[in-house]
T-cell receptor, first 111, second 113 residues
Framework: RKEVEQDPGPFNVPEGATVAFNCTYS??????FFWYRQDCRKEPKLLMS???SGNEDGRFTAQLNRASQYISLLIRDSKLSDSATYLC????????????FGGGTRVLVKP | DVKVTQSSRYLVKRTGEKVFLECVQD?????MFWYRQDPGLGLRLIYF???????EKGDIPEGYSVSREKKERFSLILESASTNQTSMYLC????????????FGEGSWLTVV
């Protein structure tokens, strides 16, 4: 089993719709979580950190479920510019602050 | 403005050549990482370092080595490049604490022929 897993998609989303997807992690000692966005042939860029209480940034909402060991990202009112690959990143301090990425979820927003 | 710089953006090397990929960060970060990214396989960790002269194997260290002689510089070395090492290589850095932003270089596209 991979340490961090994501549904690769693609999620085909009509413009204006809501899309949500998860990222599961296997190491219960993992303590920091992030969502990154990656455009084709570019480096990943931070979208948002994921806090235990859940957090929202505009149209984006991130949640953490420690009991079930997953994080989620929800995008409301999808824009064409939201088309990208979304990577979840998990930091495990017990492993020397090792960063582990999920394989990414591809989202395609269509008019 | 924080920065992670990968000096070589696009390289073409021959099989058997020794290849150096350099990564420099100007944020005084303790932790630095090398990943490779391939279609359908996502980002896979090759090596990481949490201090000068310290290194830890990631998930796919075979065929690679690293060097961290100075805090700001983390080098990835392909001792004898092979065609299956054709990939995009990403360097990242972060501070020692958890919950800190990860900064990425722009990537190095390596083709081994």
């Amino acid at each position: 089993r991979k340490e961090v897993e994501q549904d690769p998609g693609p999620f085909n989303v009509p413009e204006g719709a809501t899309v949500a997807f998860n990222c599961t992690y296997s190491n219960s000692a993992s303590q920091s979580f992030f969502w990154y966005r990656q455009d084709c042939r570019k480096e990943p860029k931070l979208l948002m950190s994921v806090y235990s209480s859940g957090n929202e940034d505009g149209r984006f909402t991130a949640q953490l479920n420690r009991a079930s060991q997953y994080i989620s990202l929800l995008i409301r009112d999808s824009k064409l510019s939201d088309s990208a690959t979304y990577l979840c990143v998990v930091i495990t301090k017990a492993a020397g602050n090792k960063l582990t990425f999920g394989g990414g979820t591809r989202v395609l927003v269509k008019p | 403005d924080v920065k992670v710089t990968q000096s070589s953006r696009y390289l073409v090397k021959r099989t058997g050549e020794k290849v150096f990929l350099e990564c420099v960060q100007d944020m005084d970060h303790e932790n630095m990482f090398w990943y490779r990214q391939d279609p359908g396989l996502g980002l896979r960790l090759i090596y990481f370092s949490y201090d000068v002269k310290m290194k830890e194997k990631g998930d796919i260290p075979e065929g690679y080595s690293v060097s961290r002689e100075k805090k700001e510089r983390f080098s990835l070395i392909l001792e004898s490049a092979s065609t299956n090492q054709t990939s995009m290589y990403l360097c990242a850095s972060t501070t020692g604490g958890s919950g800190n932003t990860i900064y990425f270089g722009e990537g190095s596209w390596l083709t081994v022929v």
